[in-house]
Nanobody, 122 residues
Framework: QVQLVESGGGLVQAGGSLRLSCATS????????VGWFRQAPGKEREFVAVISGTGSVTYYADSVKGRFTISRDNAKNTAYLQMNSLKPEDTAVYYC???????????????WGQGTQVTVSS
């Protein structure tokens, strides 16, 4: 069993930055790809970014490319999402997820955190 705990969300003005963390416990963290997803009110959960177990492969949604950076520190069992140049449309609950398969589809992820709220004011 893999337990995921997100932190780092909050309220920020447009153009600001936040760094989300996803801390894990349980099995070997490096065996799992980690994805970040977000869900705004009334919308479906959408892909944001994903990183492979070793950290050598990353993918981003077009809407965040160039502004967000996903990374991980396997020694600390933690993944990160650095969010810069935030926009009001980035407002959502952000979730991290883990699974053995690297995917942009949330259906393929077995383990999920509880989510952290990010609110960007204009």
């Amino acid at each position: 069993q893999v337990q995921l705990v997100e932190s780092g969300g909050g309220l920020v003005q447009a153009g600001g930055s936040l760094r989300l963390s996803c801390a894990t416990s349980g099995r070997t963290f490096s065996n799992y790809a980690v994805g970040w997803f977000r869900q705004a009110p009334g919308k479906e959960r959408e892909f944001v970014a994903v990183i492979s177990g070793t950290g050598s492969v990353t993918y981003y949604a077009d809407s965040v490319k160039g502004r967000f950076t996903i990374s991980r520190d396997n020694a600390k069992n933690t993944a990160y999402l650095q969010m810069n140049s935030l926009k009001p449309e980035d407002t959502a609950v952000y979730y991290c997820a883990a699974d053995g398969v690297l995917s942009m589809n949330p259906r393929f992820y077995s383990y999920w955190g509880q989510g952290t709220q990010v609110t960007v004011s204009s």
